[in-house]
């Protein structure tokens, strides 16, 4: 009689792959992480943070964001209180370029190293793209070097070159969900089309950040697909998102993320990207709360953005550079990341 091999503990496992060799958990691995019981998250969460200690340090990433172009987009990804397509109650609305210019500032005021401007489109007109660079050109005239990040879509080579000359060092575009469950939610793009921009991005020499949003009706299989198609990109940031179900839109619905499935996603993703900046966004107060962010923190995070975000609000700046504080992590400087 043969005895039954013995189940190697994936937890065991990770700390010796991840924590030490710096090597992410395979597809099946992440799995494994999702399906760990409640009373494993604490174990999770702290060798999460260990490996965010070990490969990217103490340092925390703090962002602003703001929106150049809201609402009006002609695309129907489904959670997104922006498309054009739902009912949702977003208006289209622009801002102008003192208004730019201003939430640039409070933006480095809060200590921040990075000010993303986002517009809610496909990909950007000549319009927008000559409104982006005016936009950059009056923050540098008002004296402050925050770095610039965009989010405006899809783009095509030559749109990526025109962003490198103005100086844009990180572009964000999401891949949201995974492969196989990419056109449950969006059907007016292909997901293999935001590949291929974040391919030109990175070949252009800017950083990548791009991440998505759990909470979608993906399996944990799906999840799992995501976080390895997400680490084969080598992404420089990876916003981690939790479903906020706006109304209006098809999702609005949806339930939110339970706090203990929440924590386990965002220990898997950390043990799937042990060198990533890996960021709380939107949804993080719904599922969380104040405490959760906290565990959050401690449990492989280490970016956030502060103040409000596109089309919620979120909590006020002071309330995390306090709780930074509080867990004794410095917040990244502006020349360390020059
Ligand atoms: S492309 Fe962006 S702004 Fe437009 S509907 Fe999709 S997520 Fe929203």
Avoid at 14 to 34: D, F, H, P, T
Avoid at 37 to 61: N, Q, S
Avoid at 113 to 142: H, Y
Avoid at 219 to 244: G, K, M, S, W, Y
């Amino acid at each position: 009689m043969t005895a039954a091999p013995e189940q190697v503990d994936v937890l065991a496992v990770a700390r010796e792959q991840v924590l030490e060799q710096g090597v992410g958990l395979s597809e099946e691995q992440v799995l494994e992480v999702l399906r760990l019981p409640d009373d494993r998250i604490p174990e999770l969460l702290e060798l999460a943070h260990a490996v965010r200690m070990r490969w990217c340090g103490p340092e925390v990433e703090v962002e602003g964001i703001v929106s150049l172009k809201t609402g009006g987009c002609p695309e129907d990804c489904h959670f997104c209180s922006q498309s054009g397509q739902f009912p949702s109650p977003v208006r289209s609305a622009w801002l102008d370029i003192p208004g730019l210019v201003k939430a640039a500032r409070q933006t480095a005021e809060t200590g921040a190293s990075e000010f993303c401007i986002v517009a809610a489109v496909r990909g950007p007109d000549k319009r927008l793209l000559s409104q982006v660079r005016d936009g950059i050109k009056a923050i540098r005239e008002d004296g402050n070097d925050i770095q610039i990040a965009c989010s405006l879509g899809m783009l095509t080579q030559e749109q990526v070159d025109e962003l490198v000359d103005m100086g844009v060092h990180r572009y964000n575009h999401n891949l949201e969900t995974a492969r196989s469950h990419f056109p449950n939610v969006v059907t007016t793009h292909s997901w293999e089309e935001r590949w291929d921009t974040l391919k030109m991005i990175r070949a252009a020499g800017m950083e990548v950040c791009c991440g998505g949003i759990i909470g979608m009706g993906e399996t944990l299989e799906q999840r799992a697909e995501f976080a390895v198609q997400l680490a084969e990109l080598e992404p420089d940031e990876v916003p981690l998102n939790f479903l906020i179900p706006n109304p209006g839109t098809p999702y609005e619905n949806y339930p939110v993320v339970e706090g203990p499935e929440a924590l386990r996603t965002v220990g898997a993703f950390r043990l799937a990207l042990p060198r990533t900046i890996l960021r709380f966004a939107g949804g993080r107060e719904l599922t969380f709360g104040d405490l959760g962010a906290k565990q959050g923190m401690l449990g492989g995070v280490n970016a956030i953005i502060v103040g409000n975000y596109l089309t919620n609000l979120g909590r006020p700046a002071q309330d995390d550079l306090d709780m930074l504080t509080e867990l004794a992590m410095p917040i990244k400087e502006l020349s360390k990341t020059l």
